[in-house]
T-cell receptor
Framework: AQSVAQPEDQVNVAEGNPLTVKCTYS??????LFWYVQYPNRGLQFLLK??????LVKGSYGFEAEFNKSQTSFHLKKPSALVSDSALYFC???????????????FGSGTQLTVLP | DGGITQSPKYLFRKEGQNVTLSCEQN?????MYWYRQDPGQGLRLIYY???????QKGDIAEGYSVSREKKESFPLTVTSAQKNPTAFYLC?????????????FGSGTRLTVV
């Protein structure tokens, strides 16, 4: 079974400072990893993904994430936070299609990011 | 523009009443999903469907039912058997050729029991 852990329910950071939102995963085989963002009363929006290739993945709105296979982590980062980055962030994992996972994503419990002005 | 449309945005249910949440997509996606979101619990899978006329239970299917009569539509019925239906419901879809991109989500329906 695949699983995702987001160990922090809440992350607070001052505007202009770097931010990190943590994610660790467990899956059979090489993982497909995703980050989504959710604003209040809205659906989830895709931020970035790791399928294969470079361990550092760049996504929307200046976000990036680093895949670390040995630590089974996929932490979300941004060099300089904005107040508008305040939202709920979800990490998700999927096993490769060949594993018969029916393309299912498993989501973490979410991390509320608050950027303070 | 292609996307997923969920309706209504807000829904109120009386005790003992069945209600149906609509999810329509024009992305030509094969697979569709329903998730329930509660504060602090992330997203929990209710039902999913990979093809028309076929669907599978997710982790919390009790008290819910679905149908997939058309590729574009995957409505969710919250039955009176669901004892705690107040939550935010999200519909998502993906296709075989674009599954590397994960899911496309609708904007959600907030259901409240009154």
């Amino acid at each position: 079974a695949q699983s995702v852990a987001q160990p922090e329910d809440q992350v607070n950071v001052a505007e202009g400072n770097p931010l990190t939102v943590k994610c660790t995963y467990s899956v059979s085989g090489n993982p497909y990893l995703f980050w989504y963002v959710q604003y209040p009363n809205r659906g989830l929006q895709f931020l970035l993904k790791y399928i294969t290739g470079d361990n550092l993945v760049k996504g929307s709105y200046g976000f990036e994430a680093e895949f670390n296979k040995s630590q089974t982590s996929f932490h979300l980062k941004k060099p300089s936070a904005l107040v508008s980055d305040s939202a709920l962030y979800f990490c998700a994992v999927r096993a490769p299609i060949s594993s018969g996972s029916a393309r299912q994503l498993t989501f973490g419990s979410g991390t509320q990011l608050t950027v303070l002005p | 523009d292609g996307g997923i449309t969920q309706s209504p945005k807000y829904l109120f249910r009386k005790e003992g009443q069945n209600v149906t949440l609509s999810c329509e997509q024009n992305l030509n996606h094969d697979a569709m999903y329903w998730y329930r979101q509660d504060p602090g619990q992330g997203l929990r899978l209710i039902y999913y469907s990979q093809i028309v006329n076929d669907f599978q239970k997710g982790d919390i299917a009790e008290g819910y039912s679905v149908s997939r009569e058309k590729k574009e539509s995957f409505p969710l019925t919250v039955t009176s058997a669901q004892k705690n239906p107040t939550a935010f419901y999200l519909c998502a879809s993906t296709s075989g050729s674009q599954s590397n991109y994960g899911y496309t989500f609708g904007s959600g329906t907030r259901l409240t029991v009154v």
